[in-house]
């Protein structure tokens, strides 16, 4: 009997894990604001995932402005509706991190299927989709769900599009709370891709990695034993 083949998926949170839009969203701020970027940037970090949470139907362009703003008001900067129109354009400039392109090689070379579970609007992923070499199998974006990570819904929307089952099924991304987590507790095996480079911080992942090449060795050892399973 020949051995049956079964779909192996990876998923990534795509802006932020593979995309830099942290360091784009920084280099504006500080344009804008000066020696106070940096005070905006923590307070904004600080906030931003409460208003997405509160506020899921929220496109994240709103939830970008919405946050900025709070932010830059606790700080004491103002920012005019042009400020805010900048950061916005900024997108635009968005690129993959130098790593990415060869992850993304690494596991269609593999053989894998790959999905981008990310926390923004259809055409801003668009938008960075169209930098990669490697596209992606299936998108679900916040503004598709209408919910933003860490809720389980698009975890679970996933699930329920492909069919894929926990032991064929990688989750990679840069946030513990947001990514790690809400997939760990669905029973997925996860890669935290930890791009800032935390120290001291414990996760559920099944592996912690600093790099592209790193994950794409990790995700190898999680999805290799179930295929080996699947053909004895």
């Known amino acids: 009997m020949s051995p049956v083949t079964r779909t192996r998926w990876v998923t990534f949170d795509c802006i932020g ?8 969203f920084a280099r504006v701020i500080a344009r804008l604001a000066g020696d106070r970027g940096r005070d905006i940037l923590r307070v904004y970090g600080e906030l931003e995932g409460g208003v997405a949470w509160r506020r899921p139907h929220l496109s994240y362009r709103d939830v970008i402005v919405t ?28 690129h993959p991190y130098e790593d990415a392109h ?4 690494g596991l269609r070379a593999r053989g894998y299927r790959l999905a981008a579970l990310t926390d923004c609007d259809d055409d801003q992923f668009e ?10 199998d299936l998108f679900l974006t916040a503004e598709r769900i209408r919910a933003y990570k860490p809720s389980p819904l698009p975890f679970r929307a ?7 089952r926990p032991d064929d099924w990688v989750h990679v991304g840069a946030s513990r709370d947001r990514d790690i987590e809400p997939a760990a507790a669905l029973g997925v095996a996860t ?17 912690h990695v600093y790099s592209g090449g790193e994950a794409l060795s990790a995700i190898e050892r999680l999805l290799e034993p179930a295929a080996e399973a699947c053909a004895s």
């Open 191 to 207: 890669v935290w891709l930890d791009r800032s480079r935390s120290t001291g911080v414990s996760s559920p992942a099944q592996a």
């Open 102 to 105: 060869a992850l993304l090689a």
């Open 127 to 136: 938008s960075a989709h169209r930098t990669f070499r490697q596209p992606f």
């Open 158 to 164: 996933f699930q329920l599009v492909t069919g894929a």
């Open 17 to 24: 894990s593979l995309v830099d839009w942290q360091g784009v």
């Open 67 to 94: 946050t900025l703003r709070s932010a830059a008001e606790r700080v004491g900067v103002p920012f005019s509706v042009a400020d805010e129109r900048h950061v916005l354009e900024s997108w635009q400039s968005l």
